[in-house]
């Protein structure tokens, strides 16, 4: 198992979920708060920036840099409140061992 934590106005959501779960189906599929930042309106496909997520402290230098010929960066650098290096969209990261404990903070609800 895995641990992903969501902080939410500095609360934290813990959430455990096998190893390849993404971030957007820890969300949606294992978290025993609703997370309705994370709507995920097209289901994981990369098309739609719904499941939107900030990188915190060592996980951006774990995860490194988007592709920027990639379809996550497209969709993304045209989001209002994108931050280059943080900004993620949880479809697309696939949570594994070493990245056990990845804290990601929520969008504002005010910005969906």
């Known amino acids: 198992m895995v641990t992903i934590y969501f902080v939410r106005n500095g ?3 813990k959430v455990e979920v096998p ?4 971030i957007m189906e820890a969300a ?7 997370i309705e930042e994370i ?9 739609c920036a719904t499941c939107h997520v900030y990188l915190t402290g060592e996980w951006v230098d774990k995860l490194g ?7 996550e960066i497209e969709l993304l650098e045209y989001e209002k409140d994108f931050i280059d290096g943080r900004s993620r969209l949880g479809c697309q990261v696939e949570l594994t061992k070493e990245l056990d404990g990845m804290v990601v903070e929520l969008r504002s609800s005010e910005l969906l």
Request: some cysteine; proline content about 10%.
């Open 11 to 13: 609360s934290k959501i």
């Open 65 to 71: 840099q988007i592709d920027y010929n990639s379809p």
């Open 28 to 34: 949606k599929f294992h978290s025993h708060v609703p």
């Open 19 to 22: 190893e390849g779960t993404t």
């Open 39 to 47: 709507p995920a309106t097209c289901g994981g496909t990369c098309a």
